[in-house]
């Protein structure tokens, strides 16, 4: 085959690059892109995983977070409590690398993870309402524990599948409630922010004589905020951090008030014991721990919503896991238990459904749910109304589900928006104290109240002194009337009657 000839053009093409190399090796260009190239390029990262990266700072450590202004503190009420908090936080911070590591598989030590002075009082406290007989503390049968004047109420039903569920009250006529809602109202003096960020999850104390919210936040914080506490240097407020993540559970059983359970998204769950000044690691999971319950008259087993979709049942008494269910296919985001026949459960999911169950059966690969409320979207909370007859669910889809009748049937859907920001907790509606009243927070800075009977908005509570969109809430077990709301800044409004 004959050499191609090169034309004129590419010869002179040649030559000019030629010229341009030899140019360049004058100058050095090339060594020095080099170097340049070598120095610029970036490393490559790791992705980053949140179960076992314990030592990532969370945002709130960033003291830019803790605003200074008037307008962004608020009103008055919610600066009332920013002294005491913005200390507790600045210790935490200082302290963020030192002593102890959330992560550590076993217990850690109460001072170690306190971001106050003393909490000499606090645990005083707990330990004083340990011993105190409560109101309502005995046991419940399987069947309920309707009083023999009240068995003429109240009538024996079987939910769908022919398992029994006990006794429930007649539904009454009308729906009259002893509790005027329109009368609680929100004092100066029960306002205060008792820890920094969004606040997961809030508690009462269930104590008849004692007024103490317990709070989880986003970053790991447990916080107690005794309202009954004496003028001091914590102002009743105190907070601990044995936790690594947001906080997805809260438990204190009436039988035993000296050991507060807590659950984290960081796949631990830990009982702060205030006889052993510890924070004792009840379990340990690679799976994140997404809620957290007890049984009314069962102090010795927590129930909890581990990894997509399971259930798993920890003993105290043998210190493992002696049942697992998987009654969804996704994350359930709570568990409550009727207050009839503890062995029947209700779960939320993000599924889109909320589901009855009961704890009895058998076959735990075909654990088939006794009645399934669905909804449109993720279903953030499901809870059971005090008379155990009827069922609250709050969705993403903006409605509240109000589930009653003898199997549960009769399922209404009221609109609601329950779309709050990325940066604000879901709203979950919860019941009052009785069946006649659903609480739950809208994005106007009020709380709504639902009439189940109604099945519509009836009311909303307004105060001049929230200043913040309250978005979990919980109801007094004993002290009716008392109603706590926390929002995504921390902090907590009390309302009460009169």
Same mark, same amino acid.
């Given at each position: 085959?004959?050499?191609?000839?090169?034309?004129?053009?590419?010869?002179?093409?040649?030559?000019?690059?030629?010229?341009?190399?030899?140019?360049?090796?004058?100058?050095?260009?090339?060594?020095?892109?080099?170097?340049?190239?070598?120095?610029?390029?970036?490393?490559?990262?790791?992705?980053?995983?949140?179960?076992?990266?314990?030592? *990532?700072?969370?945002?709130? &450590?960033?003291?830019?977070?803790?605003?200074?202004?008037?307008?962004?503190?608020?009103?008055?009420?919610?600066?009332?409590?920013?002294?005491?908090? %913005?200390?507790?936080?600045?210790?935490?911070?200082?302290?963020?690398?030192?002593?102890?590591?959330?992560?550590?598989?076993? /217990?850690?030590?109460?001072?170690?993870?306190?971001?106050? @002075?003393?909490?000499?009082?606090?645990?005083?406290? !707990?330990?004083?309402?340990?011993?105190?007989?409560?109101?309502?503390?005995?046991?419940?049968?399987?069947?309920?524990?309707?009083?023999?004047?009240?068995? $003429?109420?109240?009538?024996?039903?079987?939910?769908?599948?022919?398992?029994?569920?006990?006794?429930?009250?007649?539904?009454?006529?009308?729906?009259? #409630?002893?509790?005027?809602?329109?009368?609680?109202?929100? $004092?100066?003096? =029960?306002?205060?922010?008792? @820890?920094?960020? =969004?606040?997961?999850?809030?508690?009462?104390?269930?104590?008849?004589?004692?007024?103490?919210?317990?709070?989880?936040?986003?970053?790991?914080?447990?916080?107690?905020?005794?309202?009954?506490? *004496?003028?001091?240097?914590?102002?009743?407020?105190?907070?601990?951090? /044995?936790?690594?993540?947001?906080?997805?559970?809260?438990?204190?059983? &009436? %039988?035993?008030?000296?050991?507060?359970?807590?659950?984290?998204?960081?796949?631990? +769950?830990?009982?702060?014991?205030?006889?052993?000044?510890?924070?004792?690691? @009840?379990?340990?999971?690679?799976?994140?721990?997404?809620?957290?319950? &007890?049984?009314?008259?069962?102090?010795?087993?927590?129930?909890?919503?581990?990894?997509?979709?399971? !259930?798993?049942?920890? %003993?105290?008494?043998?210190?493992?896991?002696?049942?697992?269910?998987? /009654?969804?296919?996704?994350?359930?985001?709570?568990? %409550?238990?009727?207050?009839?026949? #503890?062995? +029947?459960?209700?779960?939320?999911?993000?599924?889109?459904?909320?589901?009855?169950?009961?704890?009895?059966?058998?076959?735990?690969?075909?654990? *088939?749910?006794? *009645?399934?409320?669905?909804?449109?979207?993720? @279903?953030? #909370?499901?809870?059971?109304?005090?008379?155990?007859?009827?069922?609250?669910?709050?969705?993403?889809?903006?409605?509240?589900? +109000?589930?009653?009748?003898?199997?549960?049937?009769?399922?209404?859907?009221?609109?609601?928006?329950? =779309?709050?920001?990325?940066?604000?907790?879901?709203?979950?509606?919860?019941?009052?104290?009785?069946?006649?009243?659903?609480?739950?927070?809208?994005?106007?800075?009020?709380?709504?109240?639902?009439?189940?009977? &109604?099945?519509?908005?009836?009311?909303?509570?307004?105060?001049?002194?929230?200043?913040?969109?309250?978005?979990?809430?919980?109801?007094?077990?004993?002290?009716?009337?008392?109603?706590?709301?926390?929002?995504?800044?921390?902090?907590?409004?009390?309302?009460?009657?009169?």
């Amino acid at each position: 085959m004959a050499t191609q000839k090169i034309t004129d053009y590419e010869r002179k093409r040649l030559e000019n690059i030629r010229r341009n190399e030899e140019l360049m090796a004058s100058l050095k260009l090339q060594s020095m892109a080099t170097q340049l190239s070598a120095s610029t390029k970036r490393p490559r990262i790791e992705p980053k995983s949140y179960k076992v990266n314990s030592e *990532k700072k969370p945002k709130t &450590q960033d003291p830019t977070v803790i605003r200074r202004s008037l307008r962004s503190r608020g009103l008055p009420p919610d600066a009332k409590g920013l002294g005491a908090i %913005d200390s507790m936080l600045k210790t935490t911070l200082e302290s963020m690398d030192r002593k102890c590591d959330l992560r550590k598989l076993g /217990p850690i030590s109460r001072r170690d993870v306190y971001s106050g @002075v003393s909490d000499r009082e606090l645990i005083e406290t !707990i330990l004083g309402v340990e011993n105190k007989p409560q109101l309502g503390s005995e046991v419940k049968s399987e069947f309920g524990d309707c009083k023999e004047e009240e068995e $003429k109420s109240c009538v024996a039903f079987t939910l769908v599948g022919g398992i029994g569920c006990g006794l429930v009250k007649k539904e009454e006529d009308g729906g009259e #409630s002893d509790v005027k809602v329109e009368e609680l109202s929100l $004092k100066e003096e =029960n306002v205060a922010r008792v @820890v920094p960020g =969004n606040v997961m999850n809030v508690r009462f104390f269930p104590s008849c004589s004692l007024r103490m919210v317990v709070v989880g936040n986003k970053v790991g914080n447990v916080g107690f905020w005794n309202m009954d506490s *004496k003028e001091g240097e914590e102002n009743g407020i105190y907070m601990y951090r /044995p936790h690594s993540g947001p906080i997805s559970g809260i438990s204190i059983h &009436q %039988d035993s008030m000296s050991k507060i359970f807590s659950s984290c998204y960081d796949g631990f +769950i830990r009982s702060m014991d205030a006889e052993k000044e510890v924070f004792d690691l @009840v379990y340990a999971s690679d799976e994140t721990v997404y809620a957290l319950a &007890q049984q009314s008259n069962n102090a010795k087993c927590l129930y909890f919503a581990e990894g997509r979709g399971g !259930i798993s049942m920890w %003993d105290e008494r043998t210190g493992n896991i002696s049942a697992q269910w998987s /009654p969804h296919d996704d994350r359930i985001n709570s568990i %409550d238990f009727n207050s009839l026949n #503890s062995n +029947i459960i209700t779960t939320s999911s993000t599924d889109g459904t909320a589901c009855i169950w009961d704890l009895r059966s058998n076959d735990a690969d075909k654990f *088939k749910s006794l *009645k399934t409320i669905g909804h449109k979207r993720a @279903v953030h #909370s499901a809870y059971f109304s005090p008379s155990g007859r009827s069922l609250v669910t709050t969705s993403l889809d903006d409605t509240v589900g +109000i589930s009653s009748g003898v199997n549960f049937e009769d399922i209404s859907m009221i609109h609601h928006n329950n =779309n709050t920001s990325r940066w604000i907790p879901k709203f979950k509606a919860i019941w009052g104290w009785d069946d006649a009243h659903v609480f739950v927070g809208n994005k106007n800075r009020g709380v709504d109240v639902i009439s189940p009977f &109604q099945r519509t908005k009836i009311f909303t509570l307004n105060s001049p002194y929230v200043s913040a969109i309250p978005c979990r809430f919980a109801a007094h077990p004993y002290n009716v009337g008392m109603l706590a709301g926390a929002t995504g800044g921390g902090q907590v409004y009390v309302w009460t009657l009169g």
